[in-house]
């Protein structure tokens, strides 16, 4: 099985796994995971097979292709690195990061080392109490702790913001359920291109993986649900400051979803196709060039707190780097 991005995985059925149940081929591929978990991501339309949705019993035949969208990761282990990060919040059950743009979030391919797994991992293990974990001893139980990391959900590479992030698999498979039944609250900044003609708006449009380029998304009929909320925070000439509310996560939503009703994300090459280059401004040309990333932050984050019940929320104001853009503008 091939990472491609950011939780989008491919894979192709040999001959030796003709016949088996797609839940069953998934279970052998993807670690971590149990059947029940995997039955539920194909019954959300997570997985694809040839390009279409496919029921947990399907039949494998060589040669399909199967997609496999990761946008939750089970608990799994890392390599602990000793890399800076910015704690919002932290008991022995969950942290919430301010995580920097430009730092991937799970390692995968081209991504092995200084994600925010590997250093969650050297956190978690010399920094929190190891009570709770399994273990023979202090040692072993500090050893599994801090090896063993709870996404429960991700953040592009260049989005900064905020991301939960569970300690033992009971917080994790509660969180987990909460974006499931889209309980959790989270509320992202974007600087896009034009101006909307009205001060708010909502997208439902569903969101694919674009079959002739494997690793952008885009909006068909044949792809998942998807909702995306919006409404202007600030108007600029030929720009607009956004406040959006995503109430499912799909990958990439954001930045597909914009584009798709002509406000595509400043700075993202990906979707913007080629907006960045139209921009008449020199100064702020140059600057969009040297922002070397595209202009999207998660704000805002709330849930509830999966041991004690109580109402979690949390914001984070932009990075320097975005706060500096908004006010060249």
Not at 309 to 322: A, R, Y
Request: glycine share 6%; with cysteine.
């Amino acid at each position: 099985m091939n990472e491609t991005e950011n939780g989008l995985f491919v894979c192709h059925p040999k001959a030796a796994d003709a016949g088996k149940r797609l839940d069953a081929f998934l279970a052998e591929q993807i670690e971590g995971w149990s059947r029940s978990r995997l039955r539920r991501l194909i019954e959300n339309g997570d997985v694809l097979v040839n390009g279409k949705e496919a029921k947990a019993a399907y039949k494998l035949r060589e040669g399909d292709e199967i997609d496999i969208d990761l946008t939750e990761e089970p608990a799994a282990r890392f390599e602990p690195e000793n890399i800076p990060l910015d704690i919002v919040f932290e008991d022995e059950y969950l942290a919430v990061v301010n995580k920097p743009a430009g730092m991937v979030v799970h390692p995968g391919a081209g991504n092995v080392t200084g994600t925010l797994a590997n250093a969650l991992a050297h956190h978690f293990g010399f920094r929190i109490s190891y009570l709770g974990f399994p273990g023979d001893n202090e040692q072993s139980k500090i050893q599994n702790l801090k090896s063993k990391i709870g996404l429960v959900h991700r953040l592009d590479k260049d989005t900064s913001g905020l991301i939960v992030v569970a300690k033992d698999e009971q917080t994790h498979e509660a969180l987990s359920e909460q974006f499931r039944r889209r309980t959790v609250e989270k509320t992202y900044v974007a600087l896009v291109h034009g101006s909307p003609d009205q001060n708010s708006g909502t997208i439902e449009r569903p969101i694919a993986r674009d079959r002739w380029h494997r690793t952008k998304m885009t909006v068909t009929a044949n792809g998942r649900y998807a909702l995306t909320h919006w409404h202007v925070r600030q108007r600029f000439e030929k720009f607009t400051l956004l406040e959006v509310d995503i109430k499912t996560g799909r990958t990439h939503q954001i930045r597909v979803h914009l584009a798709s009703i002509n406000h595509p994300v400043v700075g993202d090459a990906t979707y913007n196709e080629g907006r960045d280059n139209t921009i008449a401004n020199t100064l702020i040309k140059k600057a969009v060039e040297k922002l070397n990333r595209f202009f999207l932050h998660a704000e805002r984050l709330s849930f509830t707190h999966p041991k004690t019940g109580e109402h979690m929320e949390f914001k984070q104001p932009l990075p320097d780097d975005l706060a500096e853009f908004v006010k060249m503008l």
